[in-house]
């Protein structure tokens, strides 16, 4: 049984047009900049050859969706998955301008990937489909147009695929200038050291803050996550490191729980071997897939895909907070029963953000020919996590709304001041 679903009633795009929508209605945005927002600016879809192991060539499907780019460059991930597809990356991409807008970096929305199991194939063949699907995007991207990053199932051997064959298109004299195209990529390639845990340690610093404000320690509190990839663990890390409990994880292979914790660098050491699937690791029990969101916990953290609370499964979620490590993996009619339910949403545009602030930081590294080491990394992302939580939290207090909401509100409206004052050409 497939644990995670992929598929719902409603789609991510109608949730995040109904998010905007809201949004937009309630600061009364401008009528001419809300028809800008509520539309993509560029949508890229391509068909490539790829020659597998075999001899065979296979065609495949990429996709670049450009959401708005009034703030700076272009920016947002690469997923490689079945289920990607044109409308999800809209609604990602749209996702990803109010993201890089909240944290206040100079930076629009995109998003993108191949549809693919990239588990069905092998290292050389994803080389080349990565390397073929880069090519065929040409001058899509570039430092200072579209910079993709790292998603679901793309890592940062992909992105050094990616640098490497865009930059082998330019002139010699050229190639240095060009090594910012993607961020995510390895410490030895021009990667920043730290940002492979920075998605997760944005996601574990919102928790501590929250649980902060509120006079209370992360010591003891139970938590369980859906996804075991890159952001679950590393979220999971550091929350134990903090004296919290990792009571149940869930991935779409099995569902596993252990009462009095499980230990998450041993399930880490165990799923790595087996792509990353946590499925017959001796440290837990294996449970029906379907009694993961009603599990009695403190923290609910969905880091796998879009749309997995909806309102069919929304009623069973006994946690206090929900922190979403994913996008949009709340669709708008399940969080009105969470709302109702008095459950706290720490919003995916402030929760996960800790990514893109990271890559920020490694597309400035490359840019300005600098070298941070790990701790001044970590701290520069502390800080700009922190700011922008408390930005949120001060107008959730102010206006009594949800942080979502609020959020949002800061994300639009920051956009909105920078059409205003610049004017709309011609």
């Avoid at 410490?187 to 944005?202: A, D, H, K």
């Avoid at 890159?230 to 409990?245: D, K, M």
């Avoid at 292979?253 to 990353?276: C, M, Q, W, Y």
């Avoid at 545009?349 to 930081?361: D, K, M, P, T």
């Amino acid at each position: 049984m497939i644990a995670i679903k992929e598929a719902t009633k409603r789609s991510m795009l109608d949730n995040v047009m109904e998010q905007f929508n809201k949004t937009a209605d309630s600061i009364n945005l401008n009528s001419n900049i809300r028809k800008i927002l509520s539309i993509t600016n560029n949508e890229i879809i391509l068909h490539f050859p790829v020659k597998m192991d075999n001899g065979e060539v296979q065609i495949f499907t990429g996709y670049r969706v450009q959401h708005n780019n009034a703030l700076g460059p272009y920016k947002g991930g690469l997923r490689y998955h079945p289920t990607v597809n044109v409308d999800d990356a809209k609604a990602l991409a749209m996702w990803m301008t109010w993201k890089t807008s909240l944290a206040g970096l100079p930076y629009g929305g995109a998003k993108g990937g191949i549809q693919i199991d990239p588990r069905d194939y092998s290292i050389g063949e994803l080389e080349r489909i990565t390397r073929r699907f880069t090519y065929a995007l040409g001058e899509n991207i570039g430092p200072e147009h579209d910079i993709p990053a790292p998603d679901v199932n793309t890592n940062e051997q992909t992105m050094a695929w990616m640098a490497d064959t865009f930059m082998s298109t330019k002139s010699s004299s050229e190639r240095s200038r060009n090594q910012h195209v993607v961020t995510g990529k390895p410490v030895g390639s021009g990667g920043l050291e730290g940002r492979n845990r920075s998605t997760g340690y944005g996601v574990y610093l919102t928790i501590k803050l929250l649980y902060k404000s509120r006079g209370e320690s992360l010591e003891g509190k139970k938590f369980i996550v859906q996804g075991f990839g890159n952001v679950g663990y590393w979220t999971s890390h550091f929350l134990t490191q903090e004296g919290a409990v990792l009571l149940a994880v869930q991935d779409a292979h099995a569902t596993i729980i252990n009462e009095n914790g499980i230990a998450v660098e041993d399930l880490f050491e165990h799923s790595k071997p087996r792509k990353g699937s946590i499925q017959g690791f001796t440290g837990a029990e294996e449970i029906d897939p379907e009694l993961f969101f009603g599990l009695e916990c403190d923290i609910l953290i969905p880091a796998a895909l879009g749309n997995q609370i909806t309102a069919d499964n929304a009623y069973l979620v006994k946690a206090d907070v929900i922190a979403e490590g994913a996008n949009g993996p709340i669709d708008t009619e399940g969080e009105k029963i969470l709302l109702q339910n008095g459950i706290t949403i720490i919003p995916d545009i402030l929760c996960n953000s800790g990514g893109v602030i990271g890559s920020y930081f490694e597309w400035l590294q490359n840019r300005n020919g600098e070298l941070w080491q790990l701790d001044e990394v970590m701290q520069k992302i502390d800080k700009k996590v922190s700011e922008v939580f408390y930005k949120v939290e001060g107008l959730v207090k102010e206006g009594k709304i949800d942080w979502r909401t609020a959020a949002y509100i800061l994300a639009i409206t920051r956009i909105e001041t920078a059409y205003i004052q610049r004017g709309i050409f011609p």
